[in-house]
C-alpha cells in the first residue's frame, strides 16, 4: 500500500480519519472499519516510504492477541475480513493512552539518562541502567493527541484532577492494563521473548461497557527482547536484541532526525526499507509462532473493498 491515504467508500459509511499508519471508517450502527496501510511513522512524522506487508503484521497480530485477551476484558473487534482490515464496534476512547513498562528501555531510559527519576508522577530507582528490569511494571500514562500534535506524558493525578477519567474507571483501565501486560508477557516468554513495555488504548461503547480498542501487542505499539541472552548482555553493557519500531527511531537519530523543529527526515535507502519489512516479518511469525503467508499485492484496494462489503453484509449492515 502507498503512502497516499487511500479512501474507501464503505456502505452506510459517515465519516472516515486517515491516521498516521491506519484509516479509519465510521460507518452506520455504530461500526467502524480499520485499514492498516504500509505506511510508518517515528517521532510523528510519517516517513516518505512505505514498509511492504506492514500493515497486514500489525493487523494480523493484533487479531491474535485481542482474541487472546478476550477473557480479561471485551475488545471491539468482531471480524478481521482481509488481511489489513478489521471491522468492529465503534467505541468513544479515553484522550489517554495507558503506558506500562517491564523495563527501563526507550522514552523511559532517554529520561532516565537526562536525570530525572520521576515518569509521570511515578518514582524510577536509583541505580538503574538502559533495559534493566523494573521490580515491578510502571503505569506511565500518556495524553492522547489530536491529530498532529504530540502524546504527552501525564500523572494519574493529573488525569484525576483534570476529569480526563473518573477514578472508577481509571481504577478499571490501571487494573485491567496490568491484567493485559501480564498475559501479553507469558505469552512472550513461551515464544522465546520479553514483552519490554507496550500501550493500551481503551474506549466505551453505547452502553457505557468499557472495552479494549486498537491495536495490542503489536511492534507499533510495544517493544520486544529476545529472551536468551539478555542477562548476559545486560552484563557486558550490550544492546538488547530487539523486535520493536525502537530501531528504526535510532536509525533515524543517527541520521540527525527526532521530530525536532527545523529537521529533515533523511533519505531513506532501500535496503534499510526491506530490512524494516523483515524485522516485521520476523516478529509476527516469533511472537505468534505461526508462518507468515503475505497477501498479494495486487488489486489492493479492490481486495479490501469486496472482503470487507462481503463481511459487512454478513453483519446485516
Keep these: 500500500m502507498s503512502t497516499q491515504k487511500n479512501s474507501f467508500e464503505f456502505s452506510g459509511q459517515t465519516a472516515v480519519y486517515h491516521g498516521k499508519v491506519r484509516d479509519v471508517y465510521s460507518l452506520q450502527n455504530n461500526l467502524l472499519v480499520m485499514v492498516a496501510s504500509d505506511r510508518i511513522s517515528a517521532f510523528d512524522a510519517i516517513l516518505p516510504k512505505t514498509i511492504p506487508h506492514k500493515g497486514q503484521v500489525l493487523n494480523q497480530i493484533a487479531e491474535h ?17 482481509d488481511p489489513v482490515a478489521t471491522v468492529g464496534h465503534r467505541a468513544e476512547p479515553f484522550k489517554i493512552e495507558m503506558v506500562i513498562r517491564g523495563y527501563l528501555s526507550g522514552h523511559a531510559a532517554r529520561e532516565y539518562k537526562a536525570g530525572k527519576r520521576i515518569l509521570c508522577g511515578v518514582a524510577m530507582p536509583e541505580g538503574m541502567v538502559e533495559n534493566d528490569k523494573f521490580p515491578t511494571p510502571i503505569i506511565t500514562p ?62 466505551k461503547l453505547a452502553d457505557d461497557t468499557i472495552v479494549l480498542i486498537d491495536e495490542i501487542h503489536t511492534p507499533d505499539s510495544s517493544r520486544y527482547f529476545y529472551k536468551e541472552g539478555y542477562e548476559e548482555r545486560q552484563k557486558k ?29 533523511p533519505p531513506i535507502p532501500d535496503q534499510f526499507v526491506q530490512t524494516v519489512s523483515d524485522r516485521y516479518v520476523e516478529l509476527f511469525e516469533s511472537i505468534t509462532g505461526k508462518t507468515f503467508i503475505p497477501a498479494t499485492l495486487e488489486n489492493v484496494n479492490e481486495r479490501i473493498y469486496n472482503n470487507v462489503e462481503n463481511c459487512l453484509k454478513s453483519i446485516k449492515i
Excluded: C
Design 65 to 81: 492477541f485481542l482474541d487472546a485477551t478476550a477473557d480479561i476484558i471485551p475488545n471491539w473487534k468482531i471480524a478481521t475480513p
Design 237 to 265: 553493557g550490550e544492546k538488547q536484541k530487539q523486535l520493536s519500531k525502537e530501531f528504526v527511531r535510532e536509525w533515524l537519530i543517527e541520521n540527525g532526525f527526532q521530530g525536532l523543529e527545523g529537521q529533515q527526515i
Design 142 to 203: 500518556a495524553t492522547k493527541a489530536e491529530q498532529g500534535d504530540h502524546d504527552e506524558d501525564i500523572s494519574k493525578e493529573d488525569i484525576l484532577k483534570k476529569g480526563i477519567v473518573s477514578e472508577n474507571d481509571y481504577k478499571i483501565l490501571e487494573e485491567t492494563t496490568q491484567k493485559l501486560f501480564a498475559r501479553g508477557q507469558e505469552m512472550a516468554a513461551k515464544q522465546g521473548l520479553i514483552l519490554v513495555d507496550t500501550k493500551y488504548e481503551f474506549g
